[in-house]
């Protein structure tokens, strides 16, 4: 349905520059590199386009497959050459079909998952069910197919469900190693497809610490765990030669701690309760400083500082001191890394997810809480759980690990809206086992006292039915509707910048290479754009051209960069920007009216204000300002330079413009 939706979309694109700047900021970079491999001579010279970069960072060669999760792009294009498809798919199909089938295996996993769970497939039925209504909050794979989560989710489903059958009980040795083997794989292909990886199986390896501490996890089971973790990440870095960002993950470092203060501190699970706790609190501390010395260590021998941007925005967005930091608030001003807006709650009430998740949320908690007290104590006789006896149910391994997940997985979203996919998706499994298991519909009614085995039996299926037709009857008319519809992705604007930049009906990379030179541009293929991260990454996908910066984020040197190149919306003498800008090389400057004039943010949240109290500068507009803070000597760069005044025209020329888009050439002094 999401491939319907899209194909929908783009049905009716008659050039190729308007369906590539369909794909949006980082989606279109990533795109770039499949193209790039699909137009190379060779498969080789593809590949070596890709480790000698020079074209996504002007004056600087990067290596792309080290810096960027790309390995998919790559193994896309070498399928797309060898497979005999050219004649009747194009690439950018080949791509989208690709990825919306990875969405199906993504499905499949989530019902996989809630049948383990519960022993029926009407669990998984209802899962898939509530995943397809709530897929506004579930995915967005629709409207960011390239994103690097639209690839490393449905993997992480895979991952999750085999845990989940890894964590039963009294598997046999041959099924335990192959599902073993299956969590690896998961694990390694998550962790190439994503950055944001490690942080993800962060609270993944938190989720097993909690259970295993509480002695709710067989010990063995959750070591494998963790060495595969370990093991997939640095695999991972072996193929991204060696990126340091990985090797100095918090992941690797709380890992290795853990395994250490296993071996350091014996019998931890013996003892009376308050014995026990008082192991388990010195075993905690013992792991976090183990750590943070450990990740301490090794970012001090690797020089790393690729991550340090989220640590001071994690900083600044829990409240630990405000920040000038550019590039923090440039992350705490987006909509995507606040808090979860409320009404995606109302959303996910309307399919009845919500109330569910949350009932099921509590019975299980409820359970886990006193399974947690029974283990610790030691002991099954005491009074408190002989008076809970018949209300209480056994909390199985993978359901006790599925409960945990959806908890942490439920703080980061409550946390970070961006991270709700990683949660809402799962919310879909475990309210759809909780109403189709056996386990909480028993403990209910003991605790009624109205159990018998029938009465579980007919409630165990005749709700989830109810529950099925009642979102069938409501839902299914505007699903129905919205496959009906015939939409078009319009932005003349920048299709007419893109076309500007090459100058030809034709993109000139469709021509053969001998009539390219008959086709005159009005910028040459060597040409330096600067501009924001986000249109630059259309400029190479569209043009080819080399950019200044770009919206992988994940490098100091490139932050440092930005933050200069942003220097255009900022208060800033012309002299000053033309030095800059002619630093990189640059040739052509793009400003945008959007971001000059910007009103989507509110006043502080603005580009153009990080960069003026970045800079120490005043705000505009009125409202308070931090008293440190002073006016600037100069005006408003891209607004003072549309004046044409003799100090700036000496330096930047207009060539191209539109109601959204000044394009400025760069004069080249001796």
Known sequence: MQLYT?????????????????????????????????????IQQGLHGLVYDNKTESVRTINILERMNVYQEVFLSILYRILPIQQYLEPVYFYIYTLFGLQAVYV???????????????????AACWYVTNRIDTTRVEFTIPLRENWALPFFAVQIAAITYLLRTHLQPVRERWTLTAVFIATFLFSLT?????????????????????????????????IIQISGLLLVC????FNSMILGSLLISFNASVLIARTIQKNLKKGSLLNRLGKLILHVLLVLCLTLLIN???????????????????????????????????????????????????RLSDTLLFYVYVFVLFLMTVAAVIVAFRNLSGSNQV??????????????????????????????????MRMKYLWTSHMCVFASFGLCSTEVWKLILKCIHLYTSQRTHVIKYSIPIITLLYISYKFWPGIMDELSELR?????????????????????????????????????????????????????????????????YEDKNLRERTKQIYQIYAKRSPEDVY????????????????????RRHSRGCRLRDLLDVANGHIMDGLGENEPDLKPSLYPRFCEEIKKNLPSYTIHFTRVFQNKTFHVYKLAKHK
């Not at 499949?108 to 209802?126: C, F, M, N």
């Not at 002989?386 to 909390?395: A, H, Q, R």
């Not at 299709?495 to 993109?507: D, G, R, S």
């Not at 630093?583 to 000059?596: A, K, M, Q, W």
């Open 488 to 552: 078009e992705f319009y932005d003349p604007d920048t299709v007419e910048l893109m076309n500007w930049i090459n100058n030809a009906e034709m993109p000139l990379q469709r021509l053969p290479q001998t009539y390219q030179h008959l086709f005159r541009s009005n910028t040459p293929n060597t040409a330096v754009f600067a501009g924001s991260m986000q249109l630059l990454a259309g400029v190479k996908l569209c043009t080819g051209r080399t950019l200044t910066n770009h919206p992988h």
């Open 579 to 598: 030095r800059i800008l002619r630093s990189f090389g640059t040739d052509y400057v793009i400003l945008e009216d959007s971001i000059c004039y910007e």
């Open 108 to 126: 499949i996993a989530l019902y996989v998952t809630s049948w383990l769970l519960s022993g029926t497939w009407l669990s998984g039925l209802l």
């Open 383 to 416: 009074q408190f759980m002989e008076k809970m006896e018949e209300c209480t149910i056994t909390l199985k391994p993978d359901a006790a690990y599925n409960l945990m997940h959806t908890v942490l997985f439920g703080c980061l979203a409550l946390s970070t």
């Open 194 to 226: 994503w950055q944001f990886n490690q942080f993800m199986m962060l609270i993944q390896a938190l989720a097993l610490f909690i259970l295993d501490c509480f002695d709710m996890l067989p010990t063995a089971k959750v070591t494998w765990l963790y």
């Open 296 to 346: 301490k260590f090794i970012k001090k021998i690797l020089n790393l500082e690729s991550d340090e941007h989220i640590f001071k925005f994690l900083k600044a967005k829990f409240g630990f001191g405000a920040t000038r930091d550019f590039d923090a608030n440039l992350y705490l001003c987006e909509e995507a890394f606040g808090l979860l807006p409320l009404n995606t709650f109302s």
């Open 238 to 241: 072996v193929l991204q030669f």
């Open 6 to 42: 899209y194909l929908n979309l783009t049905r009716e694109k008659k050039q190729e520059v308007e369906r590539e700047i369909s794909f949006r900021t980082e989606c279109g970079l990533y795109y770039s590199y499949y193209k790039q491999m699909i137009q190379a001579a060779s």
